[in-house]
């Protein structure tokens, strides 16, 4: 986790490396788990997250104070970490890693920027990952209540407006949906402009977009206070769409690629063969409708 050789801790590197790892990690384990019907691997990041770790003001130091740590009975040479209470067995769960979108992320983590350009890029890819990364915990932080689920779709739509940052003025809807079409996909279902626009009276968008426009639309419900009918999670859900919980992380990972495949990183979606376990998500339809 530290090299030696460097003259202290940098934490936003540090959190870049284990988000790096655990986005690959849960929206394959996420994607596998929807379309085979089986628990496999993790499905939230919380299992990757270093509970509660800081930064000396040195930088010279990892600094753990938890309420194990501090106790008369802690035995300090053999603590490990301490994980969400979510996951209850995780030596029970066989891990799942996508390992060509964790290795294009860290290649992108590591190397270094020579221009600002490849810089600004650098920053977006960070900030982005450690929004994706909260976005995929688990959504029982608050006993399972439907605010817990708005949180996150929330951070995902922050997760994509930070990515498609042009830098040159305010991000907007339009710029996420761009670099939404500019993915190759590779279905014909995902590239025709056959879907309502949601919040759009009348107009038509790919699937993709309209998948992120679910998003966009229950962020600012959530954040705005609407009223919510019982059981309800997405605001106006209608038949035949499919579940956020594994369709966000599917399309994230589908971008998120795309726009380092741009920069030189990782294999090509084109020939990608995991690019099409995500597409089925994207594709898929909630067994509740």
Request: charged share 25%.
């Amino acid at each position: 986790m530290r090299n030696e050789r460097l003259p202290k801790v940098d934490a936003s590197h540090l959190c870049a490396f284990r988000n790096a790892i655990a986005i690959a990690g849960v929206v394959y384990s996420r994607a596998l788990s929807f379309t085979q019907n089986q628990n496999t691997g993790f499905l939230c990041t919380d299992i990757f997250d270093f509970h509660p770790v800081s930064v000396s003001s040195d930088g010279t130091e990892l600094i753990a104070k938890t309420p194990f740590e501090l106790s008369a009975w802690c035995d300090v040479k053999k603590f490990v970490g301490q994980t969400t209470l979510a996951v209850i067995h995780p030596e029970y769960i066989r891990p799942a890693l996508d390992e060509g979108f964790a290795l294009a992320l860290l290649d992108a983590v590591e190397k270094r920027t020579r221009t600002r350009d490849e810089q600004m890029f650098k920053t977006r890819l960070a900030r982005s990952m450690e929004m994706a990364f909260h976005a995929l915990r688990s959504p029982f932080a608050n006993l399972g209540e439907p605010v817990d689920f708005g949180v996150q779709m929330g951070l995902w739509v922050s997760a994509f407006e930070i990515l498609a940052n042009p830098h040159t003025t305010r991000v907007e809807f339009s710029d996420v949906s761009a670099m939404i079409k500019a993915v190759p996909w590779r279905h014909r279902k995902l590239r025709l402009k056959n879907r309502a626009a949601v919040g759009t009276q009348g107009k038509k968008t790919t699937l993709p977009v309209q998948v992120y426009g679910r998003l966009y639309r229950t962020r600012n419900a959530y954040m705005h206070g609407n009223r919510m009918h019982r059981g309800e999670y997405e605001f106006a859900k209608r038949k035949g769409w499919g579940n956020l919980f594994f369709q966000a992380p599917a399309l994230y990972r589908c971008v998120m690629m795309n726009a380092l495949n741009s920069r030189g990183f990782g294999k090509s979606l084109t020939v990608s063969q995991e690019h099409a376990l995500y597409e089925r998500v994207l594709l898929s339809k909630d067994d509740s409708d």
